[in-house]
């Protein structure tokens, strides 16, 4: 299992509580039209996802992720950065 496979498995993982509607998440699974998140739905979660990893999504970076796929790329990058 590659890392990016890791990363995008703990974060379906971390999406599950906040999966009310019980979406199958792919790549291309967006927050906004196919969770349907409100703004606090994201807040919380995006604080989870940077306890988990231990990484920074800055308010820019927030504004650019639409989609899992896009997430897991962007966590994948901080974690870089971060070691």
């Not at 792919?26 to 231990?54: N, P």
Request: proline fraction near 1%; hydrophobic fraction near 45%; charge should be negative.
């Amino acid at each position: 299992m590659s890392d990016r496979q890791a990363t995008f498995d703990k974060v379906a993982e971390l999406i599950a509580p906040f999966n009310k509607k019980g979406v199958t998440l792919t790549e291309a699974t967006s927050f906004q039209h196919d969770l349907e998140w409100d703004s606090l739905t994201v807040m919380d979660f995006v604080a989870a996802i940077e306890d988990e990893f231990d990484i920074l999504i800055t308010m820019n970076m927030q504004a650019e992720i639409e989609t899992v796929g896009q997430l897991v790329d962007a966590v994948e990058k901080l974690k870089q950065t971060r070691d």
